[in-house]
């Protein structure tokens, strides 16, 4: 049994995500070491995770539902790390993929890493370009989609190796040192697919209306509410207008992201700048079957 690695996510009723979650790192690191928080205790999800550590949870809607999920993550990250060497924490939409040029899976890279150290894979948007992009998603999402834009808020301190407080979201560590490793990348799915978009928001947007607080009332994130949520289908017709940069050569985004790295005023969490940058990338054809 491996104890190189661990994933952790938590989730309520997001199928299809966790079908993503669990073939990515069911199959990487085996379910024995893959942890599911199991908010609501919904059929669906516990059959989905048989084979991982299924933990059910209740489902009762609440204000401070972010600052909640985060307690938890944050102490189960520091529990596990008293039996693996690394674990990798998120939302159940994000996967973090290490380039197939480096030789390595996330595994193997994970397992040649000797130095506990806290890693901040840069952030990409997974889209779906629907003036290009008629495919549906199967068994895997790259391939059918190739395009991605540049997510420097979704570039989060997600592997740990020794333990470190995260910020509610995950999007901050206490950790002063930033290590952003040229092959690692954190792929966030929630543009991947028009409609599972439309389906994830409408979900969403009923456990606001359930919790019935405006959002300067609660820690859940304003992208949860129905009046921050927008046209769908502009959302995504927006992609195209977004300038498409050449090549795949991100490594002036780490560059800048540790030029402009500090304290977070007087947190002890630490930061770089997010900027929107507004540019979208074609990812190479290495990538395509991953996830």
Known sequence: MQTIAAAVTMVRDDAFFLDKWLRYYGEMFGRENCYVINHGRGDTV???????????????????????????????????????????????????????????????????????????????????????????????????????KLLPHHSKPCILGKP???????????????NTPDALYLLHLKFCDFGQYVEAMNRRNAVIEEIGVGVRDTSIGRHWFAEARGEDRAVFDGFARMEERDGFDLGWLRAEMQQSWQPRGETGFWQFDRPDYGLQYQLPERFFGLI
Not at 53 to 67: K, T, Y
Not at 165 to 178: I, N, P, V, Y
């Open 46 to 148: 516990a059959k989905m995770a048989e084979g991982c550590n299924v933990i059910g949870l209740p489902g009762d809607p609440h204000p401070a539902f972010e600052r909640k999920r985060w307690r938890l993550l944050n102490a189960m990250v520091t529990g596990l790390l008293g039996y693996y060497a690394h674990v990798v924490v998120g939302d159940v939409d994000e996967l973090v993929v290490v380039d197939p040029d480096s030789g390595h899976t996330l595994l193997s890279w994970l397992e040649a890493k000797k130095r506990p150290r806290v890693y901040t894979p840069v952030g990409l948007d997974v889209i779906h370009r629907i003036d290009r992009e008629e495919a549906e998603i199967g068994s895997h999402v790259l391939g059918p989609r190739r395009h991605v």
């Open 164 to 178: 470190a407080q995260l910020s509610r979201g995950g999007h901050f560590a206490k950790a002063e040192k930033l």
